[in-house]
């Protein structure tokens, strides 16, 4: 394998759906506040995550408790840059973790299934927000137990 085959990417691509369910959850937003409404920008400011990489750890770790994962098919989106992802301190216990379940080779396996795994989650988290206009996170925590 050459090392370009095993290279991490640069860009979390997900499926087109899971981009409008990350930003539907996330106070992140790449539009300029002065073209915002100012409800909208009430409305962000209640989301239940902060950003991106907040709802991409627990949508992934959703996926992994249920040991489901969706292949991204169609239409990609640009989430983030896996150096965001890599930075954060989730990143290192779900590198590890995954590591250790799964029968990955390198790095960029760990990413590919890791947002494998974020594809399934990150529709449980959108589900239940629309229902219950909230997440529940000691719910999703009493599910690991």
């Not at 902060?50 to 750890?57: C, H, P, S, T, V």
């Amino acid at each position: 394998m050459s090392s370009r085959e095993s290279a991490i990417p640069a860009i979390i691509h997900v499926s087109r759906d899971a981009f409008r369910m990350y930003s539907s959850l996330s106070r992140r937003t790449n539009r300029p506040e002065s073209d915002e409404e100012e409800g909208e920008r009430i409305e962000r400011k209640q989301r239940p995550f902060k950003d991106y990489e907040q709802a991409f750890f627990l949508a992934a770790a959703l996926g992994i408790i249920d040991g489901s994962k969706m292949k991204i098919e169609g239409d990609k989106e640009q989430l983030l840059r896996t150096e965001f992802l890599k930075n954060d301190d989730n990143y290192k216990p779900m590198r590890q973790l995954i590591r250790s379940k799964y029968d990955v080779k390198d790095d960029r396996e760990v990413l590919e299934l890791m947002t494998e795994f974020a594809e399934h989650g990150i529709r449980e988290l959108h589900a239940t927000y629309q229902k219950t206009n909230s997440i529940d996170f000691f719910q999703i925590a009493e599910r690991v137990e």
